[in-house]
């Protein structure tokens, strides 16, 4: 069971729709401007988040009379609508993909992959999708397939203080009991050599980032 | 006494331009396609570090002769320059700014937040600036400015663990004595009310944001 969450933040429109067609998902969460996304894609969400000040009440109830679950929250909680969505998500299950979590604003963005952690908390991968950027969190020993990483770069940063013990098999660059502090930029544009690759470690949170070069 | 560094992540040349002009630096880094960026705008590095792998060695001697230090790496240490440029900032002691850390891939951005870590455990003050976002880290009370900020709003993530006993001041949403912990997207999105607002902590390490909606 998979859940698409697609929130307001910038996105590429052609890549959400490759995207969209190359992965089956069972639940659609539009988060506020993610839902204009939708209507001009014909992507009919399960559920929408959003405070929606730019929307009638008319359209939400509408939505709410075709079955759709409408969630509205006053704008004061406008930045937390991504993390209520992934909440929701959890609450189902499901294997999460968030598209439009990264945008202009970085605050927006890192608060995104903190977003992550509720979903690591409760034992549930969830993912941060552009064309450019794939990004998780984990806390356990871990395989990343081309297939689930298909992007050039996997690169791995700390959480929430250092990762003991890291060991990293079916890479360009191989660790065997590394400790990978905060602060200090190691672990960054390592590739893979093998269809599945093996990350392990004793203790501690990565960010595990798959990313191109956009040429931007 | 301020350093500039200007690596080569991409940038609006236009923001650039204005930001260098507005600011005054005694020593000024190039980092590897930053030097691209100092050439086309007439901007005379002090240093310029890199695997200036696009460049000739004829180019680099050419540098060197000029006055102009040179410190050139194999591109396995690609991803290290922007921290050996802070290194260097860090050595002469200087306040320092970095120009280009933001672009497509979000580890390299990541990776750059991460550097600036050592110029924090050194003492020395160093901002990450684009035209829409500008970071820095702190584990000591301090003061945020609206020149220093200029942006709209201004957000805090915890950068390797909790931040205990926040308190701010002169903000939109005060606090006084949260705890701001990791995987929860709150502090997001304030804004100063004040020319000089106050942020304190008991323990721990802030990520600093002034951002702006881009319009992206």
């Known amino acids: 069971m998979r859940t698409l969450i697609i929130t307001g933040g910038s996105f590429d429109r052609a890549f959400a729709a490759s995207f969209y067609k190359k992965n089956v998902y069972d639940y ?10 939708c209507t001009e894609s ?23 009379r075709e079955g759709i679950t409408v969630r509205r929250f006053i704008p004061e909680k406008d930045d937390t609508d991504t993390e209520i969505a992934i909440h929701e998500a959890v609450k189902r299950g499901n294997e999460t993909d968030v598209l439009g979590a990264f945008g202009g604003r970085l605050d927006h963005t890192l608060a995104n992959i903190h977003n ?16 450019d950027n794939i990004v998780f969190l984990e806390n356990k020993p871990f395989e990343i397939t081309r297939e689930y990483f298909p992007l050039k770069y996997v690169s791995f940063v700390p959480f929430a203080g250092e990762v003991t ?15 990978l502090k905060p ?4 672990c960054i544009s390592n590739e893979l050599t093998d269809d599945t690759a093996y990350v392990s470690m004793d203790s501690g949170i990565l960010i595990a980032i798959n990313s191109a070069d956009s040429g931007l």
């Open 116 to 131: 992550l952690y509720f979903a690591l908390a409760n034992g549930i991968r969830a993912r941060l999708v552009s064309a």
């Open 165 to 179: 013990g890291m060991k990293l098999k079916g890479f360009k660059y191989t660790l065997d009991g590394y400790t």
């Open 183 to 186: 602060g200090y930029s190691r």
């Open 42 to 64: 014909g992507i009919r969400p399960d559920m929408i988040v959003g405070d929606f000040d730019t929307h009638g009440n008319d359209d939400l109830d509408g939505y709410a």
């Open 28 to 37: 659609v969460i539009a988060v506020d401007g993610g839902l204009d996304y």
